[in-house]
């Protein structure tokens, strides 16, 4: 039996701090670091969520899914560039994490669409964003919001 | 007898290895051949488009000739990669300082249905200044992409909306208006900004 931490209350006071979302250790499964994503200008456009996700049991976890109060459809995408330079995205479907192994959700590669936004994400304020495993776990993280031009966890 | 025959087939030989050679050449690389894709961008003085910059000024590639230009496309409604790079060239041209003042900065839109001259306002509005948002109608914007060698596609999304496939590449060109390199997407910053000073040295060489 898999556990899995809940980080969004701790993530969330620490938010609250002025802090950024910390590396969280501990004996549990699966750890989320690093959350963050960008401001929206409204609510008509997608937006982005970015992450690592840490699989520190022994046991593959699978990813199949998200939920979040702030979008009607999260999906998981990623985007890809091909040798022509150019650049497309689509659902990458179910992500095995292997014991020990991370992914990492960053620009241009897995990212959290957020689509049909259900208000838009302002600067400063966080969300939270759910994640769904095969066997019925789940990780809430709260994702701190930061500038439309933001580049990375740390801006 | 017997030799000439042998010599027969080897002459037919060495004319059907030419003449598959020949045919292989006019498909691939002669006239015969399709447009090839992810080739370099035409010089800015052979291209010919009309567009509207985020201020509302009309556009065209002799507004970029006299100083060096970096330009991509894009859309306002990508969550991923279009940030991605608005910020990145905002960086770069952070690290450049002054010397980013010498160049034009254009982002063009490759989705005008959507991307207004307001929102392309709005849009570049929250990254570096120096960065100008082109906007105009489809067909210019697809003589733009041809120009440059640039592709886009409109691809249906689950949610019912649209997404943009692109070209997302940072295309550079002299001061000149020629073709000078360009930055692919993930390429790390310390290849970026030589590059960028590249494309400045050329106009600075033209100048003295
Ligand atoms: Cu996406």
Redesign the interface.
Known sequence: MKKYILTGTLAALLTLGGLSVPALAGPEDVVVENAWS?AS?GM?????AYMTIRNTGDEPVTLIGLTTPLA??P?I?E?K?N???????S?AGEIVIAPGESIALE??GL?A????LQEPMTEGDTFPLTLLFDDGGEVTVEVPIL?????GPED | MRRRAILGYGAAGVGAVALMLFVGWWQVDGPGGPEPVGQRPVALTEMDFRLTDHEGNAVGPETLIGRPTMAFFGFTYCPDVCPTTLSDISGWLDDLGDEADEMNVVFITVDPERDTVETMAEYVGYFHPAIRGWTGPEEQIARVADGFRATYERVPTESGDYTMNHSASVFLFAASGRFVTMIDYHEPREFAVPKIRRALEEETEGAT
């Open positions: 960008r200008i008509n456009r997608p937006g982005a009607m459809m999906e995408h985007t560039t040798a022509e330079g150019v650049s497309s995205m659902p620009p241009g990212h669409m957020l689509m049909r500038g439309i031009a933001a580049r």
